[in-house]
């Protein structure tokens, strides 16, 4: 009977867990006892209607003319009572499967309100990004643009993605040593897949792959790439904070740069309390957002405690040191990248121009997006640069090479690196979406 109860508890904290309130059949405990020669399995009752109940009045029974022994009738009882416990394993086990197969459904119109609210977005990205623009200017723009910069621009991003793999081996030194090549085909095809399949299934695709290509754990890679976002957030930040005050920028960005400069000192003491007290961060994170839906608060809550659990390699300083500079120059080639893409449109703006457009990027692409970006990067181009007093028809050419010089070279190689492991898309669409349940991936590149 013991068992039995068990397996109503386990069943009960299933539907618990989902938020649905478990059945009285399910809360009351099943009880046995024995009275003389009876045997009964008590059951609450609508528990009891799914279960054949077992209640042999074994006193009445008889053999032939000889009254059966007690250890026999007993020994029957226990037979029925075992027959009971597999009826209720059974149903226990269709409950389970029915829990599994709502959970299912609820995971798939999660990512389906993910796809359509990405979609929704680029869209209306693309619009606010094209709406004061002439096309003709935009062609003019792009076919008179000089295609020699497509070289340095290339060699900027090529540089970028490899200092991302030395970063990654950074954070996952506490768990294994990895060389740059270890990391790399899973890395690439990631972005490749984010820009082909909807919902960021690039970012589970790369924990799938790399957590089986190296035996890693899931959850350790998923806590890594928090950290990675929060690396790539500070050092964009910190260095537009640092040309707003230092360097001469127009007016409009001067208040927004001391606001700027606060967020990033915010962040940075955050980023410290998280590395050296973070229990007591993530509790007092779930006490700031109790205020919040249940929903958004878990997720919240989800992706701090996570973060805490890839700080690992921030508690060594030489690691520290190593992951803090190449965030930084990681910062300054994606900035040199965009900078070389508007110099290649014919439009000279200050360096600062592109840390600009760096840090409203990096900002931009948390949010819900089409795959590849596409309306994302333009209305960042646009925005970005503005101030400056560069029209919107040239900004979007310079987004347009910028963007498809970056998202064939990266696509290109990540597909490369995808026929090599011996898989094709639709088998790491798969792969991205049954590792969903480790967690919801972080946003971004």
């Excluded at 935009?138 to 621009?153: D, G, N, Q």
């Excluded at 606001?259 to 509790?283: D, P, Q, S, Y």
């Amino acid at each position: 009977m013991r068992a039995i109860n068990n397996k109503k508890r386990t069943l009960n904290n299933q539907l618990l867990c989902m938020g649905m309130s478990p059945p009285a059949s399910l809360r009351a405990p099943a009880t046995t006892y024995f009275s003389g020669w009876r045997s009964d399995v008590v059951m609450s009752s609508d528990f009891g209607r799914r279960v054949t109940s077992v209640s042999p009045r074994l006193s009445a029974h008889r053999c032939g003319s000889t009254s059966m022994s007690l250890t026999s009738l007993r020994g029957q009882g226990l037979t029925s009572i075992g027959r009971t416990h597999d009826s209720i394993g059974r149903l226990c086990d269709t409950c389970a499967a029915d829990t599994r197969i709502r959970s299912d459904n609820m995971a798939v119109n999660k990512q389906r309100l993910s796809i359509a609210a990405g979609i929704a977005l680029s869209v209306v990205f693309l619009w606010l990004s094209l709406k004061d623009t002439d096309f003709a200017q935009i062609r003019e723009a792009l076919v008179h643009a000089h295609i020699a910069y497509a070289l340095p621009l290339l060699a900027a991003v090529a540089l970028f993605y490899w200092l991302k793999a030395v970063r990654i081996c950074m954070l996952l030194r506490p768990l294994r040593s990895l060389s740059v090549s270890d990391v790399v085909p899973a890395m690439m095809i990631g972005f490749a897949a984010n820009n082909l399949l909807p919902a960021r299934l690039g970012d589970l695709a790369r924990v799938y792959l790399l957590g089986r290509q190296q035996s890693l754990s899931k959850v350790s890679i998923l806590a890594s790439m928090i950290v990675e976002r929060l690396f790539d957030l500070l050092a964009a930040l910190g260095l537009l904070a640092l040309v707003i005050v230092a360097a001469h920028v127009p007016a409009a960005l001067v208040k927004p740069g001391y606001f700027i400069g606060g967020l990033e000192l915010a962040l940075l003491a955050l980023t410290v309390a998280m590395v050296m007290w973070t229990r007591m961060f993530v509790n007092l994170v779930r006490v700031a957002t109790g205020f919040l839906p249940g929903t958004l608060r878990a997720g919240l809550t989800h992706q701090v405690e996570l973060g805490g659990a890839g700080t690992h390699a921030l508690r060594r300083p030489r690691l520290l040191l190593g992951i803090a500079v190449t965030s930084v120059l990681q910062s300054l080639l994606r900035a040199a990248a965009m900078y070389v893409a508007v110099l290649a449109v014919g439009v000279d703006v200050p360096i600062s121009a592109a840390l600009v457009l760096l840090a409203l990027n990096i900002a931009a692409i948390t949010l819900p997006s089409a795959p590849g970006f596409f309306g994302t990067i333009q209305l960042c181009f646009v925005l970005a640069l503005k101030p400056y007093g560069v029209d919107a028809s040239n900004a979007f050419a310079a987004s347009v090479f910028y963007h498809v010089l970056e998202y064939v070279a990266v696509t290109s190689c990540g597909l490369y690196y995808l026929k090599s492991v011996g898989r094709d898309l639709g088998q790491i669409r798969k792969s991205a979406g049954l590792g969903a349940d480790v967690a919801d991936a972080p946003a971004g590149r």
